[in-house]
């Protein structure tokens, strides 16, 4: 059965440390769609980045990475250089070509950025 | 404006009452989810309307809660005789078919007394 595993609850670190999230799925399907969203303090949850099973490239947009890596089924998330602003809960999410519509989400991780 | 606009954005009432939550999608965005998300928790899938087809209605908790999307825009999520385990933020996003990019309003937080 599909599954999205965010095992780290919680991370703290203080700014400018580098940080990844950690993240695992299960899935059946060849194709398959990887997602990351933010949730801020705020409340309003935005979306990242999205993946889909066929593309294994890196993707690096500033400060933020993402590593795809279908050997281990995982899809981890790297901040470089932290800052305070990255304090929110981060989701992980999966969709599956057959059900595509249908998002698995993670639990989620917790980052608390310190000054 | 131009993104997903829910109300109210709080919402309190007494155990037993009904209440309606509305979400007002992206223009042009022909998916539209509900879910939902308790303090400190992940997301819930509640249910899911993409253009003209029936609603994916399978995340719906129990038969008090019911939603409809009239004309492909406006969504109403029902709560009837509310329960103080309904209290929640209550989630709408909206998607251009099935990108998968949703994009989230900000939520209605109920809270049941």
């Known amino acids: 059965a599909q599954k999205v595993t965010q095992a780290q609850t919680e991370i703290s670190v203080v700014e400018k440390e580098d940080v990844t999230l950690d993240c695992v799925y299960e899935?059946?399907?060849?194709?398959?769609?990887l997602f990351w969203y933010k949730q801020p303090p705020s409340g309003e949850l935005v979306f990242l980045i999205r993946?889909?099973?066929?593309d294994e490239q890196n993707e690096i947009s500033g400060r933020y990475s993402w590593n795809f890596q279908k050997s281990t089924s995982s899809f981890n998330f790297t901040i470089t250089a932290s800052q305070v602003v990255d304090s929110a809960v981060y989701f992980c999410a999966l969709s599956e070509a057959h059900d595509r519509y249908q998002l698995i989400w993670g639990a989620g991780t917790k980052l608390i950025i310190k000054p | 404006g131009a993104g997903v606009s829910q109300s109210p954005s709080n919402k309190v009432t007494e155990k037993g009452k009904d209440v309606e939550l509305r979400c007002d999608p992206i223009?042009?965005?022909?998916?539209l989810y509900w879910y939902r998300q308790s303090l400190g928790q992940g997301l819930e899938f509640l249910i899911y309307?993409?253009?003209?087809?029936?609603?994916?209605k399978s995340g719906l908790p129990s038969d008090r809660f019911s939603a409809e999307r009239t004309g492909g825009s406006v969504s109403t999520l029902t709560i009837q005789r509310t329960q103080q385990e309904d209290s929640a933020v209550y989630l709408c996003?909206?998607?251009?078919?099935?990108?998968?990019?949703?994009?989230f309003g900000e939520g209605s937080r109920l809270t049941v007394l």
């Open positions: 993946r889909n099973s066929f």
């Open positions: 899935t059946r399907d060849t194709t398959y769609y």
């Open positions: 996003a909206s998607s251009f078919y099935y990108t998968g990019e949703l994009f």
């Open positions: 223009s042009g965005h022909t998916a």
């Open positions: 309307f993409q253009g003209n087809s029936a609603p994916d």
